[in-house]
């Protein structure tokens, strides 16, 4: 992945919330993607939300076995054992995002928009945004300067 390449993670709107609440610091996923650490993270909020409402930083990609996983970030991931255990049924190995620099948006991206300025889909797991794209764009305010991030 290119220094300037960024990706669009897909989370449920109640995971969203908890990451701009500062209570989720660990995004779990069933496999781990292949990102550097420190990419930059457009975060989507899936619908009804439909929306990118926050820029952050994937710190870390850990690939680990479940017990592990949820020794070492379980109480920030926002999700109960029974809900972690659930989510990583039939598998012995899953990931974790560790989050930092979570920017807010202070107006959201929607998905409208972001659609509007080129053929897009939300990604289920996560999707590359290249520099330059309309999505980047809009997220960077080139299109819609009244969008700024909430902090700085």
């Not at 290119?2 to 993670?9: N, T, Y």
């Not at 909020?45 to 990118?52: A, F, M, R």
């Not at 990609?61 to 379980?74: C, D, I, K, N």
Request: glycine share 6%; charged share 25%.
């Amino acid at each position: 992945m290119r220094d300037d390449d960024s990706i669009m993670l897909s989370v449920s709107p109640e995971y969203a919330r908890s990451i701009l609440a500062g209570v989720k610091g660990v995004e779990l996923r069933r496999r781990a993607p292949r990102i550097s650490p420190g990419t930059r993270a457009w975060l989507y909020s899936t619908l009804p939300v439909g929306e990118v409402v926050a820029i952050l930083t994937i710190d870390q990609v850990v690939e680990a076995p479940l017990t592990e996983l949820w020794h070492r970030y379980g109480a920030h991931t926002a999700v109960t054992r029974e809900v972690f255990s659930s989510y990583f049924a039939g598998l012995t190995h899953g990931a974790a995002l560790v989050i930092r620099d979570v920017q807010a948006l202070k107006t959201p991206v929607s998905l409208r928009e972001i659609r509007e300025s080129e053929a897009f889909q939300p990604p289920q797991f996560y999707r590359r945004v290249r520099a330059g794209a309309a999505a980047a764009r809009l997220t960077m305010s080139e299109l819609h300067p009244k969008m700024r991030l909430a902090v700085g």
